[in-house]
C-alpha cells in the first residue's frame, strides 16, 4: 500500500524585472512569464530531508492558477538553482546568503539545465500546472541534505515575446488548498 504526502515549501517568492529591487517573500501570490518585455521567474524552498528516496513513486508539484494575463503562452523551465539563498533577500537585482552574493540578472544564470530539469506553461489560456519533480526530489535527499531549491525561468538561450504570464497561489496564502 502507498501513502501519500503533501508538502508546502519553506519559502517561495518571485521576482520582476520591471521592479527589480521589490522583494516578494511575503505575498500570496506568485508570478510569472513576461508582462510587456518584463520577465518574472519563481523560487522555490523544499526540505525533504525527512523522506526515503527508495519509497518515492512520484513528486507532483502544483501550482493553482490564481490568473493569467496577455495574449501570449509562454514555456517556462524548472531546474535546481546552483547557490542557496535567503528568500526575504531575494530581489531581480540581488539575493543574498552568508557566504555570497549574487546578482540574478534574469535568474537563469543559476539554474543548473545539465541536471533534470522541466517545463510549465504560463500565459494566455494556461491552467494549474502540475509536474512530477521526483528526481529533483531523490537528488535532493541522497545528495544535498533534502535541501530543494528550484527556479522557474526563462533560460539565458530564451527570447520571450508577446505578453504572457500567469500568476499562481503561494505557500503565503491562507487558503491551504490552493498552496504549491
Same mark, same amino acid.
Request: aromatic share 12%; net charge negative.
Given at each position: 500500500?502507498?501513502?501519500t504526502?503533501?508538502?508546502y515549501?519553506d519559502g517561495?517568492?518571485?521576482v520582476?524585472?520591471?521592479t527589480a529591487?521589490?522583494?516578494y517573500?511575503s505575498?500570496?501570490?506568485?508570478?510569472?512569464g513576461? =508582462?510587456?518585455?518584463?520577465?518574472?521567474q519563481?523560487?522555490?524552498?523544499?526540505?525533504?530531508s525527512?523522506y526515503? !528516496?527508495?519509497d518515492?513513486?512520484s513528486?507532483?508539484f502544483?501550482?493553482?492558477?490564481?490568473r493569467e494575463?496577455g495574449?501570449?503562452s509562454?514555456?517556462m523551465?524548472?531546474?535546481r538553482?546552483?547557490?542557496?539563498f535567503?528568500?526575504?533577500e531575494c530581489?531581480?537585482?540581488?539575493?543574498?546568503?552568508?557566504t555570497?552574493g549574487?546578482?540574478w540578472?534574469?535568474?537563469a544564470?543559476?539554474?543548473l539545465?545539465?541536471? !533534470?530539469t522541466y517545463?510549465?506553461?504560463?500565459?494566455?489560456?494556461?491552467t494549474?500546472?502540475?509536474v512530477d519533480?521526483k528526481e529533483?526530489?531523490?537528488d535532493a535527499i541522497n545528495r544535498?541534505?533534502?535541501?530543494?531549491?528550484?527556479?522557474?525561468?526563462?533560460?539565458v538561450?530564451?527570447?520571450p =515575446?508577446?505578453t504572457g504570464?500567469s500568476?499562481f497561489?503561494s505557500?503565503n496564502?491562507?487558503?491551504?488548498?490552493y498552496? !504549491?
Amino acid at each position: 500500500m502507498s501513502t501519500t504526502y503533501t508538502i508546502y515549501p519553506d519559502g517561495d517568492t518571485y521576482v520582476r524585472e520591471d521592479t527589480a529591487s521589490t522583494n516578494y517573500s511575503s505575498s500570496t501570490i506568485l508570478s510569472a512569464g513576461l =508582462s510587456g518585455s518584463s520577465k518574472r521567474q519563481m523560487l522555490f524552498k523544499f526540505d525533504v530531508s525527512g523522506y526515503n !528516496p527508495t519509497d518515492i513513486s512520484s513528486a507532483n508539484f502544483t501550482l493553482k492558477l490564481f490568473r493569467e494575463a496577455g495574449a501570449s503562452s509562454h514555456t517556462m523551465t524548472i531546474a535546481r538553482i546552483a547557490h542557496d539563498f535567503v528568500m526575504a533577500e531575494c530581489t531581480w537585482d540581488i539575493a543574498s546568503n552568508a557566504t555570497a552574493g549574487f546578482d540574478w540578472d534574469g535568474a537563469a544564470q543559476f539554474a543548473l539545465t545539465d541536471e !533534470p530539469t522541466y517545463t510549465i506553461e504560463v500565459g494566455n489560456g494556461e491552467t494549474d500546472q502540475v509536474v512530477d519533480l521526483k528526481e529533483l526530489v531523490i537528488d535532493a535527499i541522497n545528495r544535498r541534505s533534502g535541501a530543494l531549491n528550484f527556479i522557474v525561468c526563462f533560460l539565458v538561450t530564451d527570447s520571450p =515575446s508577446g505578453t504572457g504570464n500567469s500568476t499562481f497561489y503561494s505557500v503565503n496564502h491562507g487558503t491551504v488548498g490552493y498552496r !504549491p
